[in-house]
Structures are given as structure tokens and as C-alpha cells.
């Protein structure tokens, strides 16, 4: 999962603030996908470079608030709708998406349950095709039998067991939604001790905390 995708999801709850948005993206992800304080202001930074995040003013005690724009929210529906991050591994991206869209309030985690499962279910029939040899051990449309060709079908085998895998996780979600609810609201949890995150020495404070704070 990319931080960029993870965090334009959770702003599509309501604004945020960077440290709060920081363990919300732990928390949703069930302590999986934990990055440094650092990362999460960086790519806020970016985020608002890019457009995609603005300003949405400050807290009542001067935390800068983050909001995803018209872009943001489109990209983040993307993330949601089964676009993957680049170089990124689709069992990461499914386990993620999942995750964030079950425990986001407003948001469909059936639809998205539904069409992660249509994705694995394809991705196991093209491995379990690439996986197959023939009665003289070859693959299908080879002319010969080769060692690369038969580590090529195991490698596609393991391909289509973690279809298979994928595909069992996705049963036990749709169990655990039909008899709980799993989507919380964001946790206005404050900076330790006190401090701003943008008061962090090693932390610069991004333009979006720039703008809030010239406002206030």
C-alpha cells in the first residue's frame, strides 16, 4: 500500500490533522502498516503539492487541518475501485484496501470485498493455466520439457495457491462484516506531551501547516 493512496482514504472521513492521521492509518490497518511520523508529514507535503490535499484551517488548539480536494477524493476512489499502487504486491494492496474500507465510516467494504475477490479469481486462473504441464511434463504450447519450464509452473502454482489463500481471507471477511460492524470514527488522538507535530525539529512543517498557520 502506498501511504499516498492510505492517506487520501482516511481523509475522505472528514479533515485531519498529520499525527492524527499518522496512527489512524496504524489503526485501520490493524498495526500492519506502521511508517515513521516523518514519512506520513512528507507525503502530506507532497499530497498538497500535487493538489490533491489543502488546507481545511486549524484545530481549536492550533493543529493544522488537511482535506482531500475534488482531485483527492478522485484518486482516492481509484485506490478504493482496485487501482494498485506502482510496484506495489496485490495481496499488500487487497489486505490494505480491505482493511481501510471496513473501518472507514460511509464506505461500501461489501462492493469492494466483491471485487477484490473477482481480481483473485482471475489472477488464479492465469496462474492455474501457467501452472499446468502436460502428460511428458511440458507446458502447455512448449515443444520440449525444461528445467526453466517446470520451475516456471511451480513458480505459477504458488501464484495460484495465494489466489486460493486470498480467496479464503475474503470468505472470512465477508463473515466477519455480515455479523459485526467494523467502521469507527477517526480518533482525535493529541501529539505526546503536548507538542505540535510541526514544532518537531526534524519535522518541517509542510505548506498546507503553512497556509493554516498564517491563517489562524
Do not use: C
Amino acid at each position: 500500500m502506498a501511504v499516498r493512496d492510505a492517506l487520501l482514504a482516511l481523509l475522505t472521513a472528514g479533515p485531519g490533522y498529520g499525527f492524527q492521521l499518522h496512527g489512524d492509518l496504524a489503526e485501520r490497518t490493524g498495526g500492519r502498516r506502521s511508517v515513521n511520523v516523518g514519512q506520513s508529514y512528507a507525503t502530506l507535503e507532497r499530497l498538497g503539492k500535487q493538489g490533491l490535499v489543502e488546507s481545511a484551517g486549524a484545530t481549536d488548539d492550533g493543529l493544522p487541518l488537511y482535506r482531500a480536494t475534488t482531485a483527492g477524493t478522485a484518486a482516492s476512489s481509484l485506490w478504493f475501485d482496485g487501482t494498485d499502487a506502482a510496484g506495489s504486491d496485490p495481496w499488500d494492496e487487497t489486505v490494505d484496501r480491505v482493511l481501510v474500507a471496513a473501518s472507514l465510516p460511509g464506505v461500501d467494504a461489501g462492493t469492494i470485498v466483491a471485487a477484490e475477490r473477482r481480481r483473485w479469481q482471475e489472477r488464479g486462473a492465469e496462474a492455474s493455466a501457467r501452472s499446468t504441464l502436460d502428460g511428458a511434463g511440458r507446458v502447455p504450447g512448449a515443444t520440449e520439457v525444461t528445467a526453466s519450464a517446470r520451475v516456471a509452473a511451480l513458480a505459477a502454482a504458488a501464484e495460484s495457491a495465494r489466489a486460493r489463500a486470498a480467496l479464503s481471507w475474503l470468505d472470512e471477511v465477508e463473515a466477519v462484516l455480515a455479523a459485526h460492524e467494523l467502521s469507527f470514527a477517526p480518533r482525535l488522538e493529541r501529539p505526546r506531551r503536548g507538542r505540535r507535530p510541526s514544532a518537531r525539529p526534524d519535522v518541517p512543517a509542510t505548506p498546507v501547516e503553512a497556509q493554516a498557520s498564517a491563517s489562524a
